[in-house]
């Protein structure tokens, strides 16, 4: 007999996190899991941060991804103050209204995830290079993610992003960006766009991507995608 045990919260939040960076990635549509663009429904953005990138709607999950699945929608459902959160058709109910925008779905997403978290107003600040892993070329960086993608503060010119990436990378682990990639192609995977940075409970600090500068706090950074 497989037991099924509930997922955390910040379980929940890195799925809804995961959620929002492939919407905003892919682009978004409403009424059917995908559409030929390869834009995506936001229950298909949850799949992907409940399964992985093999996410496939039209497959059974296991109990244990469907626990998180659901979970995922519940919290995002109540967090909208939807009547029943336990009922997925609400939730689609309000994604696919023909008022609903992409930046309605992406504030959901990002909001529910920090609430989980314990973001409140009073633990967002405002970061300096003090706040950063090191700095390169002038440039205040640190790591995103796990497949050796940085982030840096303010809006960089995409080759001295991948300058001083790559001598970040050189003295954190060793080796620079990824060395099968042309320097014009790595300025390709240059990003400019914005976050919040905040501290949780326990003092960590952490940062969300936002799509602009309409967030409160929100400021400019500089992403550089790895593998």
């Known amino acids: ?13 890195s799925i809804l996190h995961t959620a ?3 919407l905003s990635r892919r682009g978004w549509t409403q009424g059917r ?17 409940a399964v992985g990138w093999h996410y496939d709607p039209r497959r ?8 998180r699945y659901d979970a995922a929608i519940a919290h995002l459902s109540k967090h909208l103050g939807l009547p029943d959160p336990d009922d997925p058709e609400q939730f689609i109910d309000w994604h696919d209204s023909p008022e609903r925008t992409q930046y ?3 504030d959901a997403l990002e909001d529910t995830a920090r609430a989980l978290e314990g973001w409140t107003p009073a633990r967002q600040f405002t ?16 790591c995103y ?18 300058d001083a990436s790559a001598a970040f990378l050189r003295d954190l682990a060793g080796e620079p960006c990824d ?41 400019p950074v500089t992403i550089l995608l790895g593998d």
Not at 186 to 198: D, G, I, K, S
């Open 1 to 13: 007999m497989t037991t099924t045990s509930a997922p955390s919260r910040d379980d929940i939040a």
């Open 179 to 219: 060395r099968s990639s042309t320097p014009a192609e790595l300025q390709y995977r240059v990003q400019r766009t914005w976050a919040v940075y905040w501290h949780n409970e326990q003092g960590e600090q952490w940062f969300d991507l936002e799509p602009d500068q309409r967030t409160p706090g929100a400021v």
């Open 127 to 142: 970061p300096t290079a003090a706040d950063m892993t090191a700095v390169h070329d002038g440039v205040a960086l640190d």
């Open 60 to 67: 059974i999950l296991t109990d244990q991804d469907q626990a």
């Open 145 to 162: 993610g796990e497949d050796s993608s940085c982030i840096a503060l303010g809006h960089i010119d995409p080759a001295l992003m991948v």
């Open 33 to 49: 899991p995908c559409d030929i663009q390869g834009h995506i429904h936001a229950l298909s953005a949850i799949g992907l941060g």
């Open 20 to 22: 929002h960076d492939e």
């Open 104 to 106: 309605d779905v992406l």
